[in-house]
């Protein structure tokens, strides 16, 4: 059986290399994701034509999500690069300060002073760091240290609860978006949405930059945790970026969250990818530690799409061992993932047919036990509608879209495929679809396999028909010819 969750891996400098990227599409890369946060556009494009070359190579699609940095609130630079902060001591966050010392530093975001108040607690560093505010004078805010430490440049800052102001979308967002473009994307990730107008903003931008790509939502305020419904609705996916929601609603409360999230974004057909120091200990160690591998396992088990890794293949030191370890995990956990067809659908009324043809098939084929689901498909909404019930059932979903094909890398369960469409005749279509299972070693002659497919040919939307063969035996008259 084929691993159904799938795996997406941050580029960075450990990963940059043709060798190592073949090598981590080999170990079972789905999805790469360039971090906007870091490096130059030509590093990205550069890295994403290595990419496409390992995927060419391997025979199957890398999709690519591009991170954009967003409205990251962070420190200036300091004159020695880093400070030491002692624990009771005096420090001020000054807007107006070009060079940080032991005393001030500056701030990017230079409403800062006016989103806080006297009491806030201020989270530096992913939390490594901990400031209560005084008060604010003009544009210096005055903070006692409560938790001390290493403070190095253009570190982030969060606030405690929430609500700082910064818009979504950064000058540097819309720049990145057009580097996007130049590089053909098939997902953008929007850091610290606060609701469903940042995300209509950022497909706004990307239809105007000309990017085809799907829109994911990064759920890492305490905003966007409470406004999930309706930004759900105006993306096709979300992360759980567990980095800075740790910081924002303390890292107890998200693991309920990440179970939440993941089951409201199912039942709305969207996409989900759990992410942030899931295997982080194998930065600087060739295994993961127990709590990792439950970690992933669990992840598998609340039904994500995807998994995902960042300094782990961004600058780490095994930046291909740590995808071999990922994947068996998943495939493992994957063999226990409960099964709830019935529950799923039980009560719900569909108003599409191809929707009802796509739960008829799951249905079946789960019912059935067959080996595979082909399911002929232009935008890919078909297996989106089926991979959503995650039945256990691998979807073949053969697409004559490139584009198409390469966003289903992210859809658990699915397995996209290529297929020319020059023949308008149905049968003709379904015998071909049969022959690449075939071909790529899925079904073998005697299996039973269930086929969806639309009428007309070739228009989207259309998934009428509901197929089940057994490979092999029945031959359309005039393809026995061919
Ligand atoms: N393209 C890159 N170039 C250099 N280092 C990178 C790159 N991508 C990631 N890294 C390193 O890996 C670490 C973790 O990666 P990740 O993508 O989670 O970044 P991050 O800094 O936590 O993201 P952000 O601060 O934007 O939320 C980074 O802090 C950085 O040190
Ligand atoms: C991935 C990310 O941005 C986070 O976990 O915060
Ligand atoms: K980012
Ligand atoms: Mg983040």
């Known amino acids: 059986m084929p691993r159904h969750t799938k795996i997406v891996a941050t580029l960075g400098p450990a990963s940059s290399d043709p060798q190592v990227l073949e090598r981590m599409v080999h170990a079972g890369v789905d999805v790469v994701r360039m971090n906007f946060s870091h490096g130059k556009a030509e590093d990205h494009v550069a890295r994403a034509e290595a990419i496409r070359e390992a995927a060419s190579l391997a025979g199957r699609p890398v999709g690519i999500l591009a991170d954009l940095q967003g409205p990251k609130i962070r420190v200036g630079k300091f004159a020695e690069g880093q400070v030491e902060l002692q624990r009771d001591a005096g420090f001020i966050l000054d807007a107006r300060c070009e060079l940080g010392n032991a005393e001030r530093v500056g701030l990017d975001y230079k409403d800062l002073p006016k989103d806080v108040k006297a009491g806030d607690v201020l989270l530096l560093d992913d939390g490594r760091l901990k400031l209560t ?97 309706e930004i759900l609705d105006a993306s096709d996916g979300i992360m759980v970026a567990r980095g800075d929601l740790a910081v924002e609603v303390g890292d107890a409360a998200v693991p309920a969250l990440q179970k939440k999230m993941i089951r409201a974004a199912r039942d709305r057909n969207k996409l989900t990818i759990t992410a942030t120091q899931m295997m982080e200990s194998m930065i600087t160690s060739p295994v993961p530690t127990r709590a990792e591998v439950s970690d992933v396992a669990n992840a598998v088990l609340d039904g994500t799409d995807a998994v995902m890794l960042s300094a782990e293949t961004a ?121 690449i299972l075939i071909d790529q070693g899925v079904v073998e002659r005697g299996d039973l396999i269930v086929l969806t497919i639309g009428e007309p040919i070739g228009a989207s939307g259309g998934t009428n028909t509901l197929k089940i063969v057994r490979v092999g035996e029945h031959l359309p008259p005039h393809v026995s010819d061919l």
């Not at 909404?381 to 584009?403: C, F």
């Not at 966003?407 to 308008?424: A, C, D, K, W």
């Open 133 to 229: 505010v005084a008060r604010v004078i003009g544009h210096e805010i005055h903070t006692v240290v409560k938790v001390g430490g290493t403070l190095s440049n253009n570190k982030g800052i969060n606030r405690q609860g929430g609500g700082l102001t910064a818009p979504a979308l950064t000058a540097k967002d819309m720049d990145d978006i057009k580097t996007a473009a130049k590089i053909g994307v098939d997902f953008v990730a929007v850091s610290f949405p606060k609701s469903a107008a940042d995300m209509y903003m950022a497909r706004q931008l990307m239809r105007a930059s000309g990017v085809d790509a799907l829109l994911i939502a990064k759920i890492e305020r305490t905003e966007a945790v409470a406004n999930l419904d």
């Open 315 to 435: 600058s780490g030191r095994f930046p291909v061992e740590v995808v071999e370890a990922m994947s068996r995990v998943c495939l493992e956990a994957e063999k226990s993932s409960d099964v709830a067809l019935d529950r799923d659908v039980l009560n719900r009324v569909f108003t599409r047919i191809d929707q009802s043809i796509a739960m008829a098939a799951i249905w079946t084929a789960w019912h059935l036990k067959v080996k595979a689901i082909a399911s002929l498909t232009q935008t890919g909404s078909t297996a989106l509608w089926m991979s959503r019930l995650n039945s256990g059932v691998p979807i073949y979903a053969l697409t004559p879209e490139a584009s198409a094909r390469n966003q289903m890398t992210l859809y658990r369960e699915v397995f996209p495929l290529l297929m020319s469409q020059t023949h308008q005749d149905r049968d003709v279509l379904l015998w071909e679809a049969e022959q």
